[in-house]
């Protein structure tokens, strides 16, 4: 093992991850915001627009994150034509579509898991449906998906390096260059993904102590 | 003030309510009874439409609720209720889950709103608790605060879905005892029971629920010595 090169390569890591922790802080609040969406669309009371949310996210989940990208990354220049759209955008859009449809599933869950008379209560003080949804259940039900929030953070900082093949300059897209310039072929990848590891651990950490924090907070 | 015309509701094939026929007047203190199943829960949730009726008409002060043009929370605003289970908002304080609905669907103000949550919190006897969140409350505390709460909103009526079925029995009293109080300062109340206790003491009228039907009314003298209908005896002979 030859690790000789991190002392000249040792900044192509770093703006590299630096790029990945943007992705996936992008992924994860525009995907939450867009699944909080996503998930009123589904539990809307007109078919029509149930249906349209139902078959985004059965899309977003039966196609490879690796299709999604092209096709956003083909599609939205079409859409916009004129507009010079950079790369890190498109794929930060990206990656917070493919979060929001599992995100959304897992809002959803969390919904279902408040308890039905909590609705009932709200409704019963005079709210109506959008107040109750968001002063009552929602706060509730992201209480309770937190850690699976978690994981869905940690999931966007591994799939964030797929954005690589499009030209993203992140963590993965400067391992690859650092193995053509180097040569070698295993030790960059060893480097990136501790690189991984050392983010997605830290995260995990912060994450449970998040979680502890919103424990205490319902026993004072 | 209440007067329902020919209720029915249906969950698929299977027929809850029958056809229910009553007025309950202000200041009335009405408490229905009748085995489990029999309706009577059903009954009490569509007075305040959160169960939609099959068929029939309710008219709250002589507006007929069950149209569709009719703006459901503003109905319900006028209508307390309290469940079996409390439902209190776990992630708000005391005075927060009592404060919310007024400051949130009638824009009272804060500092208003805070106040009104003091008033409420004497009468329940619970005021040192205001700054509480509902999980470290026992059964009954939660229940008073419910009531608290439905109280904020300065409804017209209030509907009790039997409200001391999920407690320890040690703490049933305090919540019929503020209760009582509500009933002596004239509120009007549909009560949802099997305390036969109250429903002698406090109501005025009782309702005998049973298979989606009101098979016999009267008042509680008249109801507990002399039953008429061949269920209620049977039924009171079981409970009494």
Do not use: W
């Not at chain 1, 990656?95 to 995100?103: C, E, F, M, W």
């Not at chain 1, 964030?160 to 070698?184: C, D, F, H, P």
């Amino acid at each position: 093992m030859n690790f000789s090169f991190l002392g000249d390569y040792y900044q192509f890591f770093l703006t590299g991850a630096y790029i990945t922790i943007i992705l996936a802080v992008i992924a994860v609040i525009l995907g939450s915001i867009l699944g909080v969406g996503l998930t009123l669309l589904r539990r809307s009371s007109i078919y029509i627009i149930r249906l349209i949310g139902d078959i985004y996210v059965e899309f977003i989940r039966g196609t490879p994150l690796l299709a999604q990208i092209y096709i956003i990354y083909i599609g939205v220049p079409l859409l916009f034509a004129g507009y010079d759209i950079p790369d890190l955008a498109v794929g930060a859009i990206a990656l917070s579509l493919n979060a929001a449809a599992y995100i959304s599933e897992t809002i959803r869950s969390g919904i279902e898991a408040v308890s039905r008379g909590q609705m009932e209560a709200a409704r019963s003080l005079g709210m109506n449906q959008r107040q109750a949804m968001f002063d009552i259940i929602l706060p509730q039900a992201f209480k309770n998906i937190l850690p699976a929030l978690g994981n869905q953070f940690i999931g966007s900082i591994k799939d964030s390096s797929i954005v690589s093949i499009i030209g993203v300059a992140e963590l993965m897209y400067k391992t690859t260059i650092v193995r053509g310039n180097t040569a070698l072929g295993l030790e960059p990848i060893l480097v990136a993904s501790l690189g991984y590891l050392v983010m997605t651990f830290t995260l995990s950490r912060i994450l449970g102590i998040v979680e502890r924090r919103l424990k205490t907070s319902d026993r004072r | 003030m209440i007067d329902v015309k020919d209720l029915h509701k249906s969950y698929g094939k299977s027929e809850v309510l029958r056809g229910i026929d009553v007025s309950i007047h202000k200041g009335e203190v009405v408490v229905v009874i009748g085995p489990s199943g029999s309706g009577k829960s059903t009954f009490l949730r569509c007075l305040n439409l959160l169960e939609k009726p099959t068929n029939g008409d309710i008219y709250l002060d002589k507006q007929n609720i069950t149209e569709k043009t009719i703006n459901i929370d503003k109905v319900r605003e006028k209508m307390g209720m309290v469940f079996q289970q409390f439902n209190l908002f776990p992630h708000k304080t005391v005075c927060q889950n009592i404060c919310h609905a007024p400051m949130r669907v009638k824009g009272m103000r804060q500092q208003e709103a805070k106040e009104l949550a003091v008033e409420l919190l004497k009468k329940v006897g619970l005021l040192e608790k205001i700054d509480m969140y509902p999980s470290s409350l026992s059964g009954g505390q939660q229940q008073r605060i419910a009531i608290a709460r439905a109280l904020a909103m300065k409804p017209e009526v209030m509907l009790f879905d039997e409200p001391t079925s999920a407690l320890d029995p040690e703490m049933v009293g305090e919540v019929l005892a503020v209760m009582k109080d509500l009933a002596k300062e004239g509120m009007t109340m549909v009560v949802v029971t099997h305390e036969m206790g109250f429903a002698k003491e406090v109501g005025d009228r009782i309702l005998f629920i049973d298979q989606g039907k009101i098979l016999e009314e009267n008042s509680p003298k008249e109801f507990f010595e002399q039953p008429k209908h061949p269920r209620t005896i049977d039924f009171l002979s079981k409970v009494l």
